[in-house]
């Protein structure tokens, strides 16, 4: 309940004052088309220079990274020739909604986090059976230094949510403050090196700093607490 709260609470945090925030975006580009992102429902500015398209059957796609263009290259087929708003967020309209939900929770969810998971589990097991791994946990994520390793760690890395929880766990029972171990769990999957690079790209880099700023105090802050 209390790392629940944590992220509603840092969110909202960061929502404020990104509200408050005046971004001058770089680039040449201009605000043209709008399209969706095929992937991911994403709202995607189809005139800028540098956005990342793809073309299938005579249909340009865009999308919002190039995760999302690598994924719609594995199988284009899956999804709507027409990308609008609404297709995007239906690919099957035809298709029932309960079917809908089955195949979500028992085919795309265990295919898309699946991998995650087990990464996760892995890496677990590796920290709690390797012996040199426990004797530095226990040497230099026991105490308050402890933050100052973790937390910048967990900003360039990218360990998402499912994949962290075993792994912050087989931490903690090697002897890591639980403290550090909630502020990993903040801080990893929020950000990553691919978020930063892409916030820096979108956003410039004062708004960067701000981001891994305030990310930082507020896990930090939820750490000691």
């Not at 429902?41 to 398209?53: H, L, N, Q, Y």
């Amino acid at each position: 309940v209390y790392i629940f709260t944590a992220v509603i609470v840092l969110g909202l945090l960061m929502g404020i004052i990104g509200n408050r925030i005046t971004v001058s975006t770089p680039g040449p580009g201009k605000p043209g088309a709008r399209a969706i992102d095929p992937v991911c429902g994403m709202e995607v500015d189809a005139g800028k220079p540098t956005v990342i398209s793809t073309e299938y059957e005579g249909t340009t796609y865009y999308f919002c990274c190039d995760l999302c263009r690598r994924k719609f290259a594995k199988s284009p087929a899956e999804y709507p020739a027409v990308c609008t708003a609404e297709a995007c967020s239906c690919r099957t309209a035809g298709d029932n909604k309960m079917a809908q939900a089955l195949r979500h929770a028992f085919v795309t969810m265990p295919r898309d986090i699946g991998p995650e998971i087990l990464l996760g589990l892995v890496l677990a097991a590796v920290v709690v059976s390797v012996t040199a791994i426990g004797g530095f946990v226990r040497g230099y994520l026991a105490g308050l230094e402890a933050y100052a390793l973790a937390i910048p760690v967990g900003i360039v890395m990218y360990t998402c949510s499912t994949a962290s929880v075993p792994l912050v766990h087989a931490l903690i029972t090697q002897g890591m403050n639980a403290g550090t171990g909630m502020a990993l769990l903040i801080v990893g999957p929020v950000t990553s090196w691919s978020t930063i690079l892409v916030l820096r790209k979108e956003f410039g880099s004062r708004t960067l700093a701000i981001y891994l700023v305030l990310i930082s105090l507020l896990s930090l802050a939820a750490g000691l607490v």
